[in-house]
């Protein structure tokens, strides 16, 4: 399985950015996609899950302002953010976990939120 993510970049304070991540190869079934962040020094930490049923979690720090979407007929999972703040500059991670408890990683897109 490979998850390949886009859509990180630099943005102003205030700024919105959409990140994308399609999963690819021997899919059998997927339980929730989500994405996590790591800023540096910092441990990895969720941001977002949605699973194949449509339920969604957040981080309390990106609730109301971030938004998981995804699409299952293209294995595709997407994160709008809006109202980006500069605590929000991290390196993105598309996770895939699947049913018997399997999880697989994108290499990572960086979102820097700065003037």
């Known amino acids: 399985v490979q998850l390949q993510a886009s859509g990180g970049g630099l943005v102003q304070p205030g700024g919105s950015l959409r990140l994308s991540c399609a999963a690819s190869g021997s899919i059998f079934s997927i339980l929730a996609m989500g994405w996590y962040r790591q800023a540096p020094g910092q441990q990895r930490e969720l941001v977002a899950r949605?699973?194949?049923?449509?339920?969604?979690a957040y981080a309390d720090s990106v609730k109301g302002r971030f938004t998981i979407s995804r699409d299952n007929a293209k294995n595709t999972v997407y994160l709008q953010m809006n109202s980006l703040k500069p605590e929000d500059t991290a390196v993105y991670y598309c996770q895939l976990l699947t049913p018997d408890a399997m999880d697989y990683w994108g290499k990572g897109t960086q979102v820097t939120v700065s003037s």
């Open positions: 949605i699973t194949r049923g449509g339920s969604t």
